[in-house]
Nanobody, 114 residues
Framework: QVRLVESGGGLVQPGGSLKLSCAAS????????MGWYRQAPGKEREFVAR???????YYAASVKGRFTISRDNANNTVYLQMNSLKSEDTAVYYC????????WGKGTLVTVSS
């Protein structure tokens, strides 16, 4: 099993930026898909972004053009750069490691507010 720990959340004003990190306890090089999801208060968890081992990336329509996902296999870390943040981006952000682990971190809270 692989353990995931997210960090980098916090309070930011609308239009600001944050960079989230997801540190894995073991190698992520063999994990084809790493992703970020989020859950806003009173809502279901939703997909935000994923990155495939070959480098292909996929984004939810609501964040495309504002968020960038990347992975550093050498350091077993996945990142989510978030720019032009909006109040509707407020949520707990979770990191996910796909097959064969399907592991989740405990999340990091992002609050976008003036």
């Amino acid at each position: 099993q692989v353990r995931l720990v997210e960090s980098g959340g916090g309070l930011v004003q609308p239009g600001g930026s944050l960079k989230l990190s997801c540190a894995a306890s073991g190698s992520i090089a063999s994990i084809v898909t790493m992703g970020w999801y989020r859950q806003a208060p009173g809502k279901e968890r939703e997909f935000v972004a994923r990155i495939i081992s070959g480098g292909s990336t996929y984004y939810a329509a609501s964040v495309k053009g504002r968020f960038t996902i990347s992975r550093d296999n050498a350091n077993n870390t996945v990142y989510l750069q978030m720019n032009s943040l909006k109040s509707e981006d407020t949520a707990v952000y979770y990191c996910n490691a796909g097959y064969p682990y399907n592991a989740w971190g405990k999340g990091t809270l992002v609050t976008v507010s003036s």
